[in-house]
């Protein structure tokens, strides 16, 4: 069983900058592909990014491109979202969650087996 702890939200101005944290604790860290999730009110679970188990392999949405970074510590059983030029449109519940099973990197919310509980985005205009 897989324990995740997002931590780093918060509020922050439009092209502002925040970096989000989630610690893993329960089983061994590098054997998941990691991802990042978001959630705003009143729409659907959107994916952000993701990470292979040796951080090798990196994929986000097109919305976030360019802008947001993944990066995983596996010394340290955490995973990164360094988050720039925010916009309003950012503002959501960001979760990690972890995938056990699938190869390579991961898009798809069904394929992950562990969640955090999620950490509020706020980007004011």
């Known amino acids: 069983q897989m324990q995740l702890v997002e931590s780093g939200g918060g509020l922050v101005q439009a092209g502002g900058s925040l970096r989000l944290s989630c610690a893993a604790s329960?089983?061994?860290?590098?054997?998941?592909?990691m991802g990042w999730f978001r959630q705003a009110p009143g729409k659907e679970r959107e994916f952000v990014a993701t990470i292979n188990r040796i951080g090798s392999r990196i994929y986000y949405a097109d919305s976030v491109k360019g802008r947001f970074t993944i990066s995983r510590d596996n010394a340290k059983n955490t995973v990164y979202l360094q988050m720039n030029s925010l916009k309003p449109e950012d503002t959501a519940v960001y979760s990690c969650a972890a995938d056990r099973y699938s190869s390579g990197t991961s898009t798809h919310p069904e394929a992950y087996n562990y969640w955090g509980q999620g950490t509020q985005v706020t980007v004011s205009s």
């Open positions: 329960g089983t061994t860290f590098s054997y998941y592909i």
